[in-house]
Nanobody, 119 residues
Framework: QVYLEESGGGLVQPGGSLRLSCAVS????????MSWYRQAAGKGRELVAT???????DYSDSVKGRFSISRDNAKNQVNLEMNALKPEDTAVYYC?????????????WGQGTQVTVSS
């Protein structure tokens, strides 16, 4: 069974912090590069951060220095620690697994979790 399930979203004031988690089925987690994306109302989906199977990370310029992505291999979970949040960080945040299956790469997505940054 394949699943990606995000949690941890909510309402936070500007300057605050939130921690998002994505629980992933074990097989998918073990072989996939994992990413967090976000989609603000009326806008396209954008890449926020990526962590490879080996633990290498990359961030969009808009979150660099404020967000941190990590993998918890014991829990099959990918986390996104978000600090110094700004109103423009308001969006639905999605977890994505980029999974090599034979000669192809398949994408798996979670359902998303809403993050609202507002006073």
């Amino acid at each position: 069974q394949v699943y990606l399930e995000e949690s941890g979203g909510g309402l936070v004031q500007p300057g605050g912090s939130l921690r998002l988690s994505c629980a992933v089925s074990r097989f998918i987690f073990s072989i996939s590069n994992m990413s967090w994306y976000r989609q603000a109302a009326g806008k396209g989906r954008e890449l926020v951060a990526t962590i490879t199977r080996g633990g290498s990370t990359d961030y969009s310029d808009s979150v660099k220095g404020r967000f941190s992505i990590s993998r918890d291999n014991a829990k099959n979970q990918v986390n996104l620690e978000m600090n110094a949040l700004k109103p423009e960080d308001t969006a639905v945040y999605y977890c994505r697994g980029e999974t090599p299956l034979g000669a192809t790469i398949r994408d798996y997505w979670g359902q998303g979790t809403q993050v609202t940054v507002s006073s």
